[in-house]
């Protein structure tokens, strides 16, 4: 089992940022990659940025250049540091972790954090 606490959401004006932060518990030593999604109201959730554990990274095409993705590994942690916001990033944004089994990856969710842009 994997556990996962966010924190940082919030509201912010458009044009700023914001940090989110993303602890990892339990089984850590099979976690394959992290990442944040996010979901808007009335829409599907979407993936916003990804980082394996050899540090490659994935990002959605709205947030390339505004968004970085980091891991410290020592400290089980992802952060995700949005900067130049939008109102359309405004969503939910869930942290996310895939644990290695010998099948399919297994996939685990925070509980989500509120990302508010106003114009």
């Known amino acids: 089992q994997v556990q996962l606490v966010e924190s940082g959401g919030g509201l912010v004006q458009a044009g700023g940022s914001l940090r989110l932060s993303c602890a990892a518990s339990g089984s850590i030593f099979s976690i394959n990659a992290m990442g944040w999604y996010r979901q808007a109201p009335g829409k599907q959730r979407e993936l916003v940025a990804r980082?394996?554990?050899?540090?490659?990274?994935d990002y959605a095409d709205s947030v390339k250049g505004r968004f970085t993705i980091s891991r410290y590994n020592a400290k089980n942690t992802v952060y995700l540091q949005m900067n130049s916001l939008k109102p359309e990033d405004t969503a939910v944004y869930y942290c996310?972790?895939?644990?290695?089994?010998?099948?399919?990856?297994?996939?685990?969710w925070g509980q989500g954090t509120q990302v508010t842009v106003s114009s």
């Open positions: 996310n972790a895939e644990r290695k089994t010998m099948g399919p990856l297994i996939p685990y």
């Open positions: 980082i394996t554990s050899g540090g490659s990274t």
